[in-house]
């Protein structure tokens, strides 16, 4: 069975850091593209940021460039996403996924989902 299950999140101040941890098991992820995405309320899912399981390359939305990295320790079987200079429009529930579909940008090209970590940023 797989899992994908988040931690890290929490209530930061404008300009703050936050670094998330996405622990993966239940199969093997080889050739899976890990992702973030995140949900604030009453909007769409959206796509934060990407990295190939097996070569580490890695895909931002324009929205998080230069602030957000991500990144994975394979001997871990773990995805982090390293937050910093957080503003109060990051506030959303952080979902990691993993699909090997190819680069999606879109929710719905994931096949499995962690139950989400909330982060909330305050001015």
């Known amino acids: 069975q797989v899992q994908l299950v988040e931690s890290g999140g929490g209530s930061v101040q404008t300009g703050g850091s936050l670094r998330l941890s996405c622990v993966a098991s239940?199969?093997?992820?080889?050739?899976?593209?890990m992702a973030w995405f995140r949900q604030a309320p009453g909007k769409e899912r959206e796509f934060v940021a990407a990295?190939?399981?097996?070569?580490?390359?890695?895909y931002d939305a324009d929205s998080v460039k230069g602030r957000f990295t991500i990144s994975r320790d394979n001997s871990k079987n773990t995805v982090y996403l390293q937050m910093n200079s957080l503003k109060p429009e990051d506030t959303a529930v952080y979902y990691c996924?993993?699909?090997?579909?190819?680069?999606?940008?879109?929710?719905?090209?994931?096949?499995?989902w962690g139950q989400g970590t909330q982060v909330t940023v305050s001015s």
């Open positions: 990295i190939y399981w097996d070569s580490g390359r890695t």
């Open positions: 996924a993993a699909g090997i579909n190819g680069v999606q940008v879109v929710a719905s090209g994931y096949d499995y």
């Open positions: 239940g199969r093997t992820f080889s050739g899976y593209l």
